[in-house]
């Protein structure tokens, strides 16, 4: 499953690129994700629901429900 979430969080990074942002993934541990955002997107008032709205919702239709992922 680790798998999985590391390939879909690398598709995420071209959009978060592409406005100033990206991601890094701290740790993972089963269903539970912690990314750390960095750049403008580090710095955005929009970050938690970058977070959970558009990282955490693709995670859990592309990999697994169960998916929660926070913000280092």
Not at 15 to 27: F, I, M, P, T
Not at 53 to 62: P, Q, S, T, V, Y
Request: net charge negative; hydrophobic share 40%.
């Amino acid at each position: 499953m680790e798998e999985k979430i590391r390939e879909v969080l690398e598709e995420l990074r071209g959009a978060l690129q592409a406005d100033g942002g990206d991601l890094e993934v701290v740790s993972i541990q089963g269903t539970d994700v912690l990314v750390r955002l960095t750049g403008a997107c580090g710095h955005c008032p929009h970050a938690r629901m970058t977070l959970k709205a558009g990282i955490e919702r693709i995670l859990r239709e592309k990999v697994s429900e169960d998916i929660v992922v926070e913000a280092a």
